[in-house]
């Protein structure tokens, strides 16, 4: 009796913590909600139907960087917080095939690097000015984080 009371309670805790997987409508979460929200209005059109286009390389480095626009220490964005318009430009258009592989060491902000050929189109941040780097990406920089700048 009193394992049948242990399965029965074992099973209403099953039971509520299962998602069932047939017929659950789930609404779908906008992947580009938030930087389409942290980029200038006049870009967000365009960005959303690049971001929307037919798959191909340079789509593959800008979903990248879409979807994580700032490094994980730095999320969630200040409110407020914007992505400069000179760096939304270039990844619009970018000049040459790159990769997000650097990112600002105050504020966080994602920045491109050249794929094919060693190219820094943002050496410094776009936003506050500090160095920018691959290990930004893991950690602040202690010398740039003094300022306490966020992108924008
Ligand atoms: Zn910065």
Redesign the pocket.
């Known amino acids: 009796m009193r394992s049948t009371a242990r399965v029965a309670r074992l099973e209403s805790i099953v039971a509520r913590s299962v998602v069932p997987s047939v017929g659950a409508a789930v609404p779908a979460r906008d992947p580009w909600a938030e930087i389409l929200s942290l980029v200038p209005a006049e870009f967000r059109g365009a960005l959303a139907a690049k971001l929307g286009g037919p798959y191909d390389a340079d789509l593959e480095a800008l979903t990248s960087w879409a979807a994580a626009p700032v490094a994980p220490w730095a999320r969630p964005p200040a409110a407020g917080v914007q992505v400069p318009e000179a760096l939304v430009a270039w990844v619009l258009d970018p000049p040459h095939r790159y990769w997000v592989g650097h990112h600002?060491?105050?504020?966080?902000?994602a920045v491109p690097v050249g794929l094919d050929r060693p190219a820094r189109p943002f050496p410094?941040?776009?936003?506050?000015?500090?160095p920018?780097s691959f290990a930004a990406y893991y950690r602040p920089d202690p010398e740039?984080k003094e300022c306490g700048?966020?992108?924008g």
């Open positions: 600002c060491g105050a504020c966080g902000l410094t941040c776009p936003a506050c000015g500090k920018t740039a700048s966020q992108p």
